[in-house]
């Protein structure tokens, strides 16, 4: 079984819909919590950090953790063409000598937002 | 203020060469971790430099191997290169000591395509 799961997709929605985007885990030890939207043949850009329990809104993304569920969301309103993208979510536990450990990654979901 | 920057940003390479791959972190950031991506895949860690030494190691065989400057700039050296090398490449930077906020948060370089042939 893999540390994260994540629902590879693909997901397919009209411009102007919510998005739910969602992945499990199984390591209690993650204590920071990360999603990344990803172009084609790009390095993953950081959309949303939460530490611990808790949600957290910028602008039309909200993410969401529930660590006693083991259960991280990030939600997308008013979806756009250009939020076209792979989205990874990524965790990590606090790793002596520097702040963050590795980094666990989903699988990424592909997100394709219709005109 | 740049961001991560990684070189070369495309090779092709053939079955048993060796191949390094660079990496500047962002300016204010001393720890770079490497990850290898492959195709519909997310990034696998492979290991993390800080103060010039390695710090964590994912599950990557000896082949795999790093260096970090004292400069914070780091190579990822991969020797005898198979073809399930062939994936993109990723650099990620963050502070070491930096307090825990969303303003010390990881940050990662556009990657190097590796293809093994």
């Known amino acids: 079984q893999k540390e994260v799961e994540q629902d590879p997709g693909p997901l397919s929605v009209p411009e102007g819909a919510i998005v739910s985007l969602n992945c499990t885990y199984s390591n209690s030890a993650f204590q920071y919590f990360m999603w990344y939207r990803q172009y084609s043949r790009k390095g993953p850009e950081l959309l949303m950090y939460t530490y611990s329990s808790g949600n957290k809104e910028d602008g039309r993304f909200t993410a969401q953790v529930d660590k006693s569920s083991k259960y991280i969301s990030l939600f997308i309103r008013d979806s756009q063409p250009s939020d076209s993208a792979t989205y990874l979510c990524a965790m990590s536990a606090r790793a002596g000598g520097t702040s963050y450990g590795k980094l666990t990654f989903g699988q990424g979901t592909i997100l394709t937002v219709h005109p | 203020d740049a961001g991560v920057t990684q070189s070369p940003t495309h090779l092709i390479k053939t079955r048993g060469q060796q191949v390094t791959l660079r990496c500047s972190p962002k300016s204010g950031h001393d720890t770079v971790s490497w990850y290898q991506q492959a195709l519909g895949q997310g990034p696998q860690f492979i290991f993390q430099?800080?103060?010039?030494?390695?710090?964590q190691r994912g599950n990557f065989p000896d082949r795999f191997s790093g260096h970090q400057f004292p400069n914070y700039s780091s190579e990822l050296n991969v020797n005898a290169l198979l073809l399930g090398d062939s994936a993109l490449y990723l650099c990620?930077?963050?502070?070491?000591?930096?307090?825990?906020?969303?303003?010390?948060?990881?940050?990662f370089g556009e990657g190097s395509w590796l293809t093994v042939v």
């Open positions: 430099y800080y103060e010039e030494e390695e710090r």
């Open positions: 990620a930077s963050s502070a070491g000591t930096g307090a825990m906020s969303s303003g010390n948060t990881i940050y």
